[in-house]
Structures are given as structure tokens and as C-alpha cells.
Nanobody
Framework: QVQLVESGGGLVQPGGSLRLSCAAS????????MGWYRQAPGKQRELVAG???????NYVDSVKGRFTISRDSAKNTVYLQMNSLKPEDTAVYFC?????????WGQGTQVTVSS
């Protein structure tokens, strides 16, 4: 089994940047498709960005050009670089690992964009 631990959230002003990290335990990291989701108060959880085992990336339209997902198999870590942050990016961000029907979630990290 894999466990996920997110870090890097916090309070940032509009236009600022943050980098989220998700560290995965175990030796099977390279076999998992990884994703970052977010959930704002009163809203459904949504996929923000995903990266496959082969490195294919996808993004929700609202973050294209601002967010970048990447993975480092040597460190068992997936990152989400967030630039030009907007107040509407405020949410709890969750890391997700998926392999077939096996899905694991991290505990989440709060991102607040406010002046």
C-alpha cells in the first residue's frame, strides 16, 4: 500500500506562487497515476491536474498556463507548481494516487489566496 503526505500549502496574496509537494511511501510510486484535486467550501472536489506513469499531463481549464504538475520518481514525490494564484484557487488541495481500481488520498493541505 502507498501513503501520501502533502505539504506546501499556506496563505498567499493574489498573483503569488506556491509549490505543493506530495510524498509517497513505498517502492511502487512509478506504477501510479498521480493527481491533484481541490475542494472549496460548499463545492465538489475537482481534478486540478494529473500526470500519468508515462508523464502525460492534463489540467482543468481554469489552471492551464498557471499550474504545472510534475513527478520525481527518485524522490517518490509529485509536485504542483501554482503561479498567478487567484482568490478562486482557495481550497483544500488533495494528492491522489491511482492504479486500476486502487485509489489512495492524502490528508489535504489548505491553500488560501487573499490580500
Amino acid at each position: 500500500q502507498v501513503q501520501l503526505v502533502e505539504s506546501g500549502g499556506g496563505l498567499v496574496q493574489p498573483g503569488g506562487s506556491l509549490r505543493l509537494s506530495c510524498a509517497a511511501s513505498g517502492s511502487m510510486f512509478r506504477f501510479y497515476d498521480m493527481g491533484w484535486y481541490r475542494q472549496a467550501p460548499g463545492k465538489q472536489r475537482e481534478l486540478v491536474a494529473g500526470i500519468s506513469t508515462g508523464g502525460t499531463k492534463n489540467y482543468v481549464d481554469s489552471v492551464k498556463g498557471r499550474f504545472t504538475i510534475s513527478r520525481d520518481s527518485a524522490k517518490n514525490t509529485v509536485y504542483l507548481q501554482m503561479n498567478s494564484l487567484k482568490p478562486e484557487d482557495t481550497a483544500v488541495y488533495f494528492c491522489n494516487a491511482r492504479s486500476g481500481s486502487y485509489v489512495v488520498w492524502g490528508q489535504g493541505t489548505q491553500v488560501t489566496v487573499s490580500s
